[in-house]
């Protein structure tokens, strides 16, 4: 039985420039042939064939045919002159194929970046421009001998959502500008450190790195710690739960503005650090409630006026057409779990800090006269905020987003004309619903040393590519700029190699600018010097963010030194990046920047 590498599937993007290779596993000693014709056609248009291995193991390679799509491939395993087994791969396009791997800003996906360029959906259906996403997959023993996950898609409306948005943008350029299909086989893992996608060779002289990885080959340990991320995390955040005031008062249904015990809620300007206001480095849940008044003027200076209030205290729009219509609330990034509600409604929740609440408020929700949204926060390292620069807001209607020159977050209407919009940034309150001890560590297997390599990337490595597209970085500044380099010298060798192209292009984007380094402090930082040194700091916040910030700059300065390399290039971020998300959701010119730079390097 024939039994072929995932990446050879329907839909596969064959790269032009090089052999075509198909491989897999098969009986051994038995024949194996393989073709390329177009669908519906038998005349062949390319043919090779191999002997399977004693190991199984087999490999063909083939001359692509023009560019172009609707291809078909079969794979035919005899003995004794006999048929076996056959496989066809039907869609097989011929055009240029890329991998994208690095870290989260590599994998970023599309349904993240909707609101910057809603017009990708307009008609989100293109077959020239296919995707093979590979899910994170750890090894510390060796490398896979395939992918483990992953199948080829189009852009289509069911596929676009979960597209690399970074990928997206840069193949739908090069198809665009050549005229031929592109594939993208997305190889990225967030929060991932070099040395997870290098091998024990390309690390071989970075002992304390394979010390790491050969640790993990024993399955009791690696079980042992799978066990506590399972139970520990979840069992602080139940017990958090538990114990939450909050919750077991359902201070989500309180309408703070009309209570009595409204002094026991303190205010609180946000967005904010929530370590600089009164709430400080509070481990545990905190309740935040912003109200707001839909009616006329009048009941709304009547209202403030019977219950002691002041503009400050309740927003206020008088357009009641958000009454009748679905409409949207944003909030900005948090730090770390939230439930939002709105008239003690659960709008939407997120577990972790990274992604943006943008929730939709149905019609129907709110009402005239007071409405409260109310924000459970569960902040697990002490370290809470509401983002700085993020607007707080609910609105209605179809909105593009935007930053503008000061980092500052906004939207603006498709239609060019405007909506309703009440502004949540100001008087909030607050008020602790539990305290709790530091929530237990996560260990992420992925991050280690050779974890990706062996699970990931060196399986694709074996699908011939036009170029290496790495986005990387953020998760190693705590390098030197003579270590950091180093790594990279040594994948980009060790990937050449392995992919037998001496001169194969590597294409990294330069870390576009990020100041949210300048803020953030607390716990400990190993700074790598450039003596090979290392510099553990503890004095304090000031110190941490400090070299938070230098190790930020370093990683720059390393990837223009980089550039300088034969056959590496890099892709300029100035003028890219947002200062309060390490998420920048400008995908679209970085995507274009490496379409640039894959079209100079070559096809």
Known sequence: MIRLSRLISDGMVIHKDKKAKVWGWAAPGAKVEAKINKEGEKTALSRGSSSVKQDGSFEIFLDPPNMGEGYELTVTESADGNVTDEK????????????????????????????????????????????????????FEGPEEDVLTGEWRTVSP???????????????????????????????????????WMSREWLKDYPDRIETADQYRDSKLVDSIEHANATEGTAWREELYKNDTGVTEHWETHTLAMRADRDQWKPVDLPAFLWNTDIGHTIGSVWLKREFYIGDKEGYDSFLSENGLDDTDVAFSDDTGLLDTDSHIWLGTMTDADITYVNGTEVGRIEYSYPPRRYTVHAGLLKAGLNEVTVRLSIEHGWGRITPHKMLAIFEGETVRYIDDTDDEHVKWHDGSEHPFIDLSGRWYYKIGATAEEIPGFHFFCWDPTALYNGVLSPCLNYPIGAFMWYQGESNTDNSKTQYYDLTVRQVEGIRAQTGDDSLPYILAKLPRYDLNKYEGGGNFDLTQDDGTEASITQGDDEYAYLKTEGWACIQETQDMLGALPNIFVVDSAGLGEGFDLHPQDKKPMGESYADMILMARM
Not at 115 to 129: A, L
Not at 163 to 181: D, R
Request: aromatic share 10%.
């Open 88 to 139: 066809s791969i039907g869609n097989v396009a011929v055009g240029l194929t890329y991998i994208m791997c690095g870290q989260s800003n590599a994998g970023f996906p599309m349904c993240r970046v909707r609101d910057t360029y809603p017009e990708e959906w307009d008609d989100p259906n293109d077959d020239k421009i296919r995707t093979f996403k590979v899910v994170e997959h750890y090894a």
């Open 158 to 196: 069911d596929s676009i959502d979960n597209w690399c948005a970074v990928g997206y943008f840069a193949a739908k350029k090069v198809s665009k500008t050549v005229g031929c299909p592109v594939g993208i086989i997305d190889a990225t893992q967030g929060g991932s450190p070099i040395e997870a």
